[in-house]
Nanobody, 122 residues
């Protein structure tokens, strides 16, 4: 399966961006999907997740109330609407199939497709 993220760019603090991720697999609707990000010099971290049907959504505390994850199973695509962006949101954003591992959301395959760079200027 290939996951291709897009929609990143340079935006001023307070601005918005919408990321998209297309899944080339045939079983997209069978998986929870999520977004992760990696800032320069930091470890990759979970940002948001969504259940198979989209009825359940999960967010890191740092993005609650500002980011919204959604999916379109007919298009094999997951989205991340990011509002009120802050400089600390800067990083490369990746999408992945996710699963729960204790208290954490993880990418069980540990395969990361090409991410998309988000840069928020102050």
């Amino acid at each position: 399966v290939q996951l291709q993220a897009s929609g990143g760019g340079l935006v001023q603090a307070g601005g918005s961006l919408r990321l998209s991720c297309a899944d080339s697999g045939r079983t997209f609707s069978s998986y929870f999907m999520g977004w992760f990000r990696q800032a320069p010099g930091k470890e990759r971290e979970f940002v948001a997740g969504i259940s198979w049907s989209g009825g359940g959504t999960y967010y890191a505390d740092s993005v609650k109330g500002r980011f919204t994850i959604s999916r379109d199973n007919a298009k094999n695509t997951v989205y991340l609407q990011m509002n009120s962006l802050k400089p600390e949101d800067t990083g490369v954003y990746y999408c992945a199939r996710i699963q729960r591992d204790g208290s954490r959301w993880t990418n069980p395959s540990d395969a990361w497709g090409q991410g998309t760079l988000v840069t928020v200027s102050s």
